[in-house]
Each structure stands twice: as structure tokens, then as C-alpha cells.
């Protein structure tokens, strides 16, 4: 009875020690937060970590190289999801370790075995615990998702975790796709009052072509002078 007490509790504070060297538990998923039990969180907006990707943007099923970098403190945990922003319940897209033994991918929110979350997977015979960066995989959606963002809990010591650092991953967009959201804020006011002058309407147009130069733009923008001064002469 004693040997088995003194098994246990050494497997116990051995996992506790080492601050869930296996990887994060599913019970983290949702509010991400390590419960080492004394760990203190630290301000994200000063965390010494970024995500770095190697695209500006993503295309609905297309997968990405995603990497949580180390600006000057390097770090022993991790938990990394994405998410639509200002959402906590969720993630999106499908996570792989890229072949790292030391990366372990998680169902945390039981979508259909979707592996949407990465976290750490240590072992104690490890040599390097201490990690500057780590990079995976991510499958996108294969449909859009706007406002997504990669979140992170990055744990710099069994004391010390940062939660909350995040980075924005937008979904990619061609040229009149991005002029059609242009034009329709462009052109919202005047809709809303067909009274206001045509030299305000001008001058907003002209602004839309200085921002946007390419030659599908002012087509469309010149088009679109044509047609909204047709109603306004009208209605004057």
C-alpha cells in the first residue's frame, strides 16, 4: 500500500512539475488556460511572441505554414487555435504537427474528429525543452470564414503564461471583389439621401481611384459616376 502511495504520488507531482509535458489537456480547449495552479498571465500586448504565416491571406482549402515565434523569451508550452474574432468557443480549419514528434494536434471541439487545434508534446528525456519556435500545418476551411485570427497560450515557464496573442489571417480577395466592397461604402450615403450634390459624390470617387489605381477600377468607378448621377439628375 505505501509503495503504491509513494508511485502515485510521485507520478502526480512528476506530471505537475513538469506542467503537462504530454501536452495541453482538452479541458484547456475552450478558455485556454494552462491551470498549472500559481501561474501568473502575463499582458498579451507586450508577449514575446508573434504568429508568422507564410501567405498574407488564405484561400478556402488551400494549407499554410503557421509559426509561433519567439521575440525574446523563449518558451516551453504551447496552445494554438483559430478562431473567428471576439468568438471563444470554436476553431476552424484542420492542424498538423508537419512531421514535428515534439507538436500534438487535438479534437477540442469534437468536430468530426477534425484535428483544429496544436499544442506542445514533450517527453523527459528531452534535451531541449526551451523553444524559440515552433511551425505546423493549417488546412483552411473550404468555406470562407471572415474576422479569422490564430489565438495562442504560449507558457514561457511552469509559472508564467502569456494568453491571448494573437494575429489575424484574412481570407483572399481579387480586385473586383475588393472594388465592390469599395464602391458599396462609397456609395452608402448617397444612396440613403438622393439630394446630396454630385461634387461630394465626385470628390468620394475620386478618392476611390487614388487608393485603388489599377485599370479595373476606373472603369467600374467611372461606370459607376454615370450611373449614380443619372438619379440624382432626375430627382433634381
Known amino acids: 500500500m505505501e509503495r503504491f502511495l509513494s508511485a502515485s504520488l510521485v507520478l502526480l507531482f512528476g506530471i505537475e512539475a513538469n506542467a503537462y509535458l504530454a501536452g495541453p489537456p482538452l479541458w484547456t480547449c475552450a478558455d485556454m488556460i494552462p491551470w498549472h495552479g500559481s501561474d501568473v498571465m502575463k499582458n498579451h500586448a507586450s508577449a514575446p511572441y508573434r504568429f508568422s504565416f507564410d501567405s498574407s491571406c488564405y484561400t478556402p482549402g488551400s494549407t499554410y505554414l503557421v509559426s509561433l515565434v519567439s521575440t525574446g523569451t523563449t518558451f516551453r508550452g504551447f496552445l494554438a487555435e483559430a478562431k473567428i474574432q471576439n468568438v471563444s468557443y470554436g476553431s476552424y480549419g484542420i492542424f498538423d504537427a508537419n512531421g514535428d ?14 484535428q483544429d487545434a496544436v499544442g506542445h508534446h514533450s517527453m523527459h528525456n528531452d534535451t531541449v525543452k ?10 483552411a476551411p473550404n468555406a470562407t470564414i471572415d474576422n479569422l485570427e490564430f489565438t495562442a497560450t504560449v507558457v514561457s ?36 439621401d438622393a439630394a446630396m450634390s454630385t461634387r461630394a459624390l465626385s470628390t468620394a470617387l475620386a478618392d476611390l481611384r487614388e487608393r ?10 467611372t461606370l459607376l459616376t454615370t450611373m449614380t448621377l443619372i438619379p440624382l439628375i432626375t430627382f433634381i
Open 101 to 114: 514528434a515534439r507538436l500534438l494536434t487535438m479534437n477540442c471541439f469534437w468536430n468530426n474528429s477534425v
Open 212 to 221: 485603388n489605381s489599377g485599370p479595373t477600377t476606373i472603369i467600374a468607378s
Open 130 to 139: 526551451d523553444w524559440t519556435t515552433k511551425t505546423f500545418r493549417w488546412t
Open 157 to 192: 515557464n511552469y509559472s508564467v503564461h502569456w494568453r491571448g496573442v494573437k494575429k489575424a489571417f484574412p481570407v483572399c480577395r481579387d480586385e473586383s471583389e475588393t472594388l465592390l466592397t469599395e464602391v458599396r461604402n462609397v456609395t452608402a450615403p448617397f444612396s440613403r
